[in-house]
């Protein structure tokens, strides 16, 4: 099982941007697709974007269409989630996966491997 480990959350204001990272310590590209997903607290984890293992198609939930952009660095073996305009609804943790069995509307389905989480905040 591949290990990830995310980083790049941070706190910022509305209308800042970060780029989160995820890392993996083996081969990533498993699955058919890999992708990012985020939580609140008391609330189901929600799909945020994903991208097919050959890099040719992402998936983008529909509040963050436009201003987040899932993609990856083969040669580093890092999965990149970049997210421009942000919101203050757009605070939670985000998580990656990897390994997934299909990717649908966002979600990546059935992941081999999650990343432990890093908490954006953003504040209006």
Same mark, same amino acid.
């Given at each position: 099982? @591949?290990?990830? +480990?995310?980083?790049?959350? #941070?706190?910022?204001?509305?209308? &800042?941007?970060? $780029?989160?990272?995820?890392?993996?310590?083996?081969?990533?590209? $498993?699955? *058919?697709?890999?992708?990012? /997903? !985020?939580? @609140? =607290?008391?609330?189901?984890?929600?799909? @945020? *974007? $994903?991208?097919? %293992?050959?890099?040719?198609?992402?998936?983008?939930?529909?509040?963050? %269409?436009? !201003? /987040?952009? +899932?993609? %990856? #660095? #083969?040669? %580093?073996?890092?999965?990149?989630?970049?997210?421009?305009?942000?919101? =203050?609804?757009?605070?939670? +943790?985000?998580?990656?996966? *990897? &390994?997934?069995?299909?990717?649908?509307?966002?979600?990546?389905?059935? =992941?081999?491997?999650?990343?432990?989480? $890093?908490? @954006?905040?953003?504040?209006?």
């Amino acid at each position: 099982q @591949v290990e990830l +480990v995310e980083s790049g959350g #941070d706190s910022v204001q509305a209308g &800042g941007s970060l $780029t989160l990272s995820c890392g993996g310590s083996g081969y990533m590209y $498993t699955g *058919a697709c890999m992708g990012w /997903f !985020r939580q @609140v =607290p008391g609330e189901e984890r929600e799909g @945020v *974007a $994903t991208i097919t %293992k050959n890099g040719v198609r992402s998936y983008y939930e529909e509040t963050v %269409k436009g !201003r /987040f952009t +899932v993609a %990856k #660095d #083969d040669v %580093k073996n890092t999965l990149f989630l970049i997210m421009n305009r942000l919101e =203050p609804e757009d605070s939670a +943790v985000y998580y990656c996966a *990897a &390994g997934c069995l299909y990717c649908s509307a966002g979600y990546c389905i059935g =992941p081999k491997s999650w990343g432990q989480g $890093t908490q @954006v905040t953003v504040s209006s």
